[in-house]
């Protein structure tokens, strides 16, 4: 069996991203005023690049107020060829990591360019310029101007995992939609939807392990599913043999250790962690998941890694000897009590968390 790509051909086949979809629809029905720019922001994987393609068949659409009627000739010949077809002639895809230059930017959206020109059968013309954060200052000059000015018969759409890179003077002049990591919850339904209509064997618990260490991307879950499928049926032990868990996943595994004393399984992870990755990737990812526990705490976990901002001495001073163990350097220990006290001056100002982890608490007194 071939890998299996996620690509959603409809806006239900979209994953686990109600909101952004629910905005667009809205949008988009409403056909008048409609803006010219649209930037889809959003992690890896997460459904950015397919709602791209169903936003531009609906922006093409001949009938008045439709998401895509499915029966205009716009419609029609993106149905039977898909969106890239040699004979779909309204819609272009640039990608930015490749073409970053100012000259392909003249191309598109310069007042002669391809994007500026009357659609020859669509309702509109429309250009998807993929990983748009690599746009050099000079070419977002010249998609600026578009921007500016009120032509209903062009649009554009930028797609990136890097919104802070993206111009204000653009992003100001554009709708805005975000495109969160789905829950585990949602992948796991779209991983057994696909067992069961491809009819492969599977273990629950082995789905809802590709679901845990896909990174909240359905994309990279059916990437996973594919790779673990091609052996005939899905297990636990082949998604632990093919599946590389992710580092967050890790760390958070690795934060269980420590607020449960489990010397060995900490220095067990910190060496498979440092095996390919820096230290100094490690502590600001132990960084994040504390101050990410700390603000929005959501798990048992993070209840439980509370309790180290209760008890910021107590906690340094543990990490202190922790830190100690072969796997890290020892001035490793300093920056990260340096990096942890930063943290934890950041959430200073918020109410002191109430403590309810007692076997966590037992470990700083
Ligand atoms: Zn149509």
Request: charged residues 20%.
């Amino acid at each position: 069996m071939n890998p299996i790509t996620y690509r959603p051909k409809t806006w239900n086949q979209v994953v686990g991203q109600d909101r952004a979809i629910r905005l667009l629809q809205t949008l988009l029905s409403h056909g008048r005023l409609l803006p010219r720019g649209f930037i889809f922001e959003g992690s890896y994987g997460t459904g950015k690049t397919s709602t791209a393609y169903l936003t531009a068949r609906a922006l093409m659409c001949l009938t008045p107020g439709s998401t895509g009627c499915g029966t205009c000739a716009s419609c029609q010949v993106i149905d039977s060829e898909g969106i890239e077809g040699q004979n779909v002639h309204d819609f272009k895809e640039i990608d930015a990591a490749q073409n970053s230059g100012v000259e392909q930017a003249r191309l598109i959206a310069a007042p002669d360019g391809w994007g500026e020109a009357p659609p020859s059968i669509a309702r509109r013309r429309v250009t998807v310029i993929d990983e748009a954060h690599r746009l050099s200052m000079n070419a977002w000059d010249v998609y600026l101007k578009p921007l500016e000015q009120s032509i209903d018969y062009s649009a554009y759409i930028f797609v990136t995992n890097e919104s802070q890179s993206i111009p204000s003077t653009i992003s100001s002049r554009c709708v805005r939609v975000r495109f969160g990591r789905v829950s585990e919850e949602d992948i796991l339904g779209l991983l057994t939807a696909t067992a069961a209509r491809d009819k492969v064997p599977y273990e629950t618990d082995a789905l809802a392990l590709i679901a845990h260490r896909s990174a909240g991307a359905p994309r990279v879950a059916m990437k996973y599913f594919g790779q673990v499928a091609s052996t005939g049926r899905i297990t636990v032990d082949f998604v632990e043999a093919l599946v590389e868990d992710t580092l967050e996943n890790k760390v958070l595994a690795l934060w269980e250790a420590i607020l449960t004393k489990n010397q060995k399984t900490m220095t067990a992870i910190t060496q498979d962690i440092t095996g390919t990755n820096t230290v100094a990737v490690l502590i600001e990812k132990l960084c994040t998941t504390y101050s990410q526990a700390i603000r929005e705490p959501k798990t048992e976990l993070d209840k439980a890694i509370r309790v180290c901002y209760h008890d910021v001495p107590a906690t340094t001073s543990f990490f202190l000897k922790w830190m100690a163990v072969p796997a890290l350097p020892a001035d490793a220990a300093l920056l990260f009590t340096f990096e942890l006290m930063m943290a934890s001056n950041k959430v200073w100002n918020k109410p002191t968390p109430k403590v309810e982890t007692d076997a966590a608490e037992e470990l700083f007194t």
